[in-house]
């Protein structure tokens, strides 16, 4: 099989991506496989130390908020447009993929585009419950359009073939198992809370976990694992400055980053955390609990209706940014520990909507659609 992918500009894009090319290439050692990405996005970087062929083609996408220098962004992007549809063309052409698959963001747009156009069967994955423009636009015309999350198949085009497949999930993920992970941890038969606002950290997060970290401290009812992020590197000295010594505190494991997130999933009784797709589906996989705070920041506000997929079978809660205190979420931690069901009703929920088997059903469609083009 010669596969070629296109997406990028975020790891959630991304990382699907990678997991099935990573899927198909287990099935298939001999597969030749490209990614598409954009000049200058991580992809560039993320996808080469994955081990597979890189190219990249100049596009960008469009500003929506009315400034002089968006405007000139936005020519910019017109132009891209343009040459993007071009560079794409010549690379299918080169590469003479059997069949393309789009994960989303601005770049799949023009590559699933064209491949359709050259009479290539094309397949796109849309990672959340609200999807994109650009998976939105190429729905009318791909030969499956797959769904992490069937909420999203009301935002898309009406004729469109859906599939079910999920979120592809780290096999480390999945396999991790919580009393181990709680032993190498060094934990106690004391509840685990895990939170984190992603790589860079999201500052009101940090906030309001420091005042939830220095009630706790109070009682030291619960274990916390927080990771701060890169701008968060304050939130240690704040811990000191309110008299919470994380010497004197063993079940506080405050650090910048989560390098052994399966561990502490598994692990795990409650989670805080943004509404990305792939961390959301996470937890289903191992069916944890959450208090889920979508980040207002991100395009279409795709993480708010993430959460409340999970919200609206009860398979967490949410609490929004704009309505995000200290004093907010450790009601909400008080709250949902107050009753000794909640909790565990909560995981069940969450791992009823779990998909483990994503790359397998990806791989069985993308044979379906090879096998519908040949008898056309």
Not at 236 to 254: T, Y
Not at 285 to 294: E, W
């Amino acid at each position: 099989m010669r596969i070629l992918f296109a997406g990028g500009g975020t790891a959630g894009h991304i990382n699907p991506a990678l997991a099935i090319a990573g899927y198909v290439r287990e099935q298939e050692p001999d597969a030749q496989i490209l990614y598409v990405g954009a000049k200058g996005g991580m992809e560039e970087r993320l996808v080469p130390q994955a081990g597979f062929a890189f190219q990249s083609i100049v596009i960008s996408g469009f500003q929506r908020k009315v400034t002089l220098q968006n405007i000139g962004r936005n020519l910019k992007t017109v132009v891209h447009l343009f040459s993007s549809t071009a560079e794409s063309k010549k690379i299918i052409q080169k590469f003479q993929p059997d069949i393309c698959v789009g994960t989303g963001g601005y770049v799949s747009g023009p590559v699933i585009r064209e491949a359709l156009k050259l009479h290539i069967p094309a397949v796109i994955h849309e990672q959340n419950a609200f999807p994109g423009v650009t998976n939105k636009a190429l729905s009318k015309n791909a030969d499956r359009v797959m769904l992490a999350n069937a909420d999203a198949q009301k935002y898309m085009a009406k004729n469109a073939r859906f599939v079910l497949t999920g979120n592809p999930v780290r096999m480390e993920v999945i396999r991790a198992d919580r009393t181990a992970a709680r032993r190498t941890l060094h934990l106690d038969s004391r509840p685990l809370i895990l939170s984190f606002g992603g790589s860079l950290g999201a500052r009101k997060v940090n906030e309001a976990v420091l005042d939830l970290i220095t009630e706790s401290a109070k009682t030291d009812r619960f274990q916390h694992i927080h990771a701060y992020g890169q701008y968060g590197g304050w939130f240690p000295q704040k811990l000191e400055e309110r008299g919470v010594h994380l010497a004197d505190h063993p079940n506080f494991d405050i650090r910048p980053y989560i390098d052994n997130m399966p561990e502490c999933l598994a692990a795990a009784d409650l989670v805080i955390c943004r509404a990305g797709a792939i961390t959301l589906s996470e937890l289903q996989a191992k069916g944890r609990a959450a208090i889920i705070i979508p980040s207002p920041n991100v395009a279409e506000n795709h993480q708010y209706y993430n959460a409340m997929s999970m919200v609206n079978r009860g398979a967490g809660v949410i609490l929004e940014e704009k309505d995000l205190t200290g004093a907010a979420l450790v009601q909400k931690v008080r709250t949902l520990f107050e009753k000794p069901d909640t909790i565990p009703a909560l995981a069940v929920n969450a791992r009823k909507m779990a998909i483990l088997d994503t790359n397998a059903r990806i791989y069985a469609i993308l044979q379906e659609v090879l096998k519908e083009r040949k008898m056309r």
